[in-house]
């Protein structure tokens, strides 16, 4: 099962995690079950390690956090999309669609 | 930007909120998770362990996220810190010796920047200090350095002179104030118009001179020192108009200067131009349209330069003007003209002394940081275990050094706080106790820049020594290490090596310094057992200033000066009195060119020159100068009989070698005043320093003065030996110069004995402080050796008591550990006096009678060192003499 998995490169969680956040505000423990559905649980996240992701992306402004109800309840910690985080999702975007064009390009003319 | 700066802060501040709200996302999540895997079916343990394995470590997922907040750094550094006290607590011991010594360093240090601070980096408080010169005229064919201005010289400079915007002169005069009151001796100046503007100075109230002002008939003007107008006018606002009695005449105030300005005084200034110490009053110089030939050169001169030029490029304009003055006036001949940054010249010799200390207080700094690096070390070689121990649980070396470092700066910090408290404390002595010669001693305090220098050092002397334990701990095989078990171990190669060479160090500098501060002494002590020409024992001395209102010529100086003499003979309690131009120690004399008759040889071009003094008839026997060849002046020597002369030894010797020369004759350079016949030889008397080399001096009688006008006839100093009590005999004296005339000023009563003194206040300071850093010194270093040495000796308890129980002898142990301690002691002095040679080279101008490398000092200084040493180690070799074999074995 392990097999199928594989690890992701460096910098690419930052992305799928504003990406995810995109739609709407979400709790960590949904983020990390949106990016394994998404992702159609080929890519492998090691849960624990999207929380440092999440307070990195805090720190640097591109989402917020706010302790809110979550649906059975519960107090739990949202995050949300800032403007410069929005920004931020399309400049690294746009860049991940050229580098992976670009590898793509390589691999075939080889 | 914001945001980060918020989550920092708030990471800083709220830990445990911060702590709390991950504890609880985490629970959250997984909680959550476990839900999901019940939902599928496991039970709650498999749900859980699931959630746990997905989720992976939650310390370390924690751990991550605090990292991810960006202030790691400050945690490890607070918790060095916590580190730190908490180990310091226990070890008060080592804490105080490291403090204490680490705050006589950066006091002594953080005392001496602010005297330098303060004399030497400060600006003058003049606005154009940086464009003002001083000029000097120079004559060396005739040996004389920078000397005062001629009149006609620097009438001819105003004149002539393109290079300047502005000039200005100024000569010492001394006034009689009466009026309300009771008469008091004033010294101030007498300066031309250009003089305030040259050094740009406004007045605080009123204004300065104009040059109109500065003409004969408008010239009865004075401006007023700050500290005149407070003392004796009380700060009065409205003085400014008022009308003033300065020497019988009465002279308009019409300024007063603010309190930062005293400019001219003595500060830096050669005596031969005569200065007051402090200015108290400046009126309009007056000079003659057409200056006199042959007046006394006695004019100070400043110039403010034009915007941009420099001092340095005055060199060759300064030489035009030169030629351009001796194709006017041939006797100018062999002179040249010279131009100093005012800044340099009111610092001058004030400068040497503090270099001297500044260096002798780096030696001080340096070892007090080698003897902490020294006492750190120790300490962490005591903790190498523990060291290895933290290191084998994963701290980095980088860690590692970083927890040393940590306490090292800990320690500076305290050491450089309690410095401060230190070097405040001392400055206030100094302030107290130092020499009145040092310019601004007064304005000197801890300012911003010395605590920065403080600090600098603090932090400086933290990397320094922290630096050595930290190479020296770190490296640890820890294998090695915790094998052996760190009890009976010899350690890393490399920290004993360390140690050692930190012990040599200190020892090598304390000797550098206690050999400097020994030639100091034996300095003083070798100026006080100079031959001085006179004896100070029980010989009081003051000045009598004649006002020029009301004695104007020599003649009548003299019969007030002859008036007085004879009454003080008749005061009870005095066994003799005389009067000279200057007493001992009382000043520089005048000086002239003479000429030779007798030796026509001699060529006039050299210049021949000498002190010329007046003096009456039992001066030199009330002084205690030796009358070493034909008579002293008598009573019959009037203008009337023949003119006379008594020369000093050194003139016999310069211009008379190898012949007799009473009977001789010898006049000044002017051929229109006649010789005088030789009648006496004296000793050399000293004028200004016990370390004077004297000048060739002839002596007048006072009742032969053939000019009718000479100022320094205008205030003679008298010498009285006295029968017992000095000091009770001042009132008597004061009623003999009263009975002769009541306005009569008494000025500068002082026993010779305090002369003496105070000449030599400079030396004493530099010396009493060299000697208590050399003191400190020596401490340092004891403390430091004694440190090593028990040291080591605890370290080889074991291996003592096996050489014990194997039959060596208690005295054997105790020479062993000595051997140890004399081989670091006798590398230190041997390399302390290979420094020293070179060291004391540099204070060579500071020694007088012994040579910079005086044996008698080298060797008395490497033994007390050595004695010092071998005190320090006494104590922990005998304590490992006592070690009990059993003990010492059981210990393992």
Redesign the interface.
Known sequence: MTDRHIDLPQGTLDLLILRTLSHSPQHGWAISERVQQMSSDVLKIQQGSLYPALHRLERRGWIKADWGTSENNRRAKYYELTRSGEKQLEVETDSWRKLSAAVAQILESV | ????LR??IRALFQKNAMET??H???R??VE??VE?YRRSGMSEEQARRQARL?????D??KE??R????TRFVETALQDVRYSLRSMRKNPGFFAIATLTLAFGIGASTAVFSLVDTILLKPMPYPNANRVAMLWRRWPLAGIGDSPWAPAEYGFLARTATTFQNLGAFKKDSFNLTGSGSPELLEGVRASAGFFTVLGMSPALGRTFTAEEDQPGHDHMVVLSNRLWQTRFGGDASIVGKTIDLNGDPYTVIGVMPASFTFPNQDGIPPILDLPKETELWVPLLLPAVPLRGAASDLGVIGLLEPGATVSGLEQELGVYERRLEELIPQEKGSSMRAVPLERQAVGDARRPLLLLQGAVSVVLLIACANVAGLTLNRSLGRRRELTLRGALGAGRSRLMGQLMTESLLLATAGGLMGILFGEASLYFVKRFGPDGIPHLHEIGLNVWVILYALGITLLSGVLFGLAPALGATRVNMVEALKEGGQRSGGSATAPRIRNLLMVAQVAMAMVLVIAAGLLVRTFYSMLDSDSGFKAARVVTFELPLPASKYADTGRMAQVYRQVLLRLQSVPGVQSAGIASVVPLGGAPDGTVIRLPEHPTMDQSENPFANYSFASPGYFSTIGTTLLRGRDFSDADTLSSVPVTIITGSMAKRYFPGEDPIGKQVGVGNPKIPVRTIIGVVADIKHESLREEPDPEMFVPYTQSEIRAWPSMQAMQFAVQTKGDQTAIADGIRQAVHGVDQDLPVAKFATLTTLVDRSMTADRFSMLLVGAFGILALLLASIGMYGVIAYSVMQRTAEIGVRMALGAQRAQIFAMILRQASRLAFAGIGVGLIAAFGATRLMARFLYGVTPWDPITFAGVSLLLAGVVFLACYFPARRAMKVDPMIALRCE
């Open positions: 930007m914001l945001q980060d989550i920092r709200e991950l609880e996302e985490l959250f999540h959550h998770e999901k997905v989720f992976g470590g939650q370390q997922v991550d996220c990292e991810a907040r960006g």
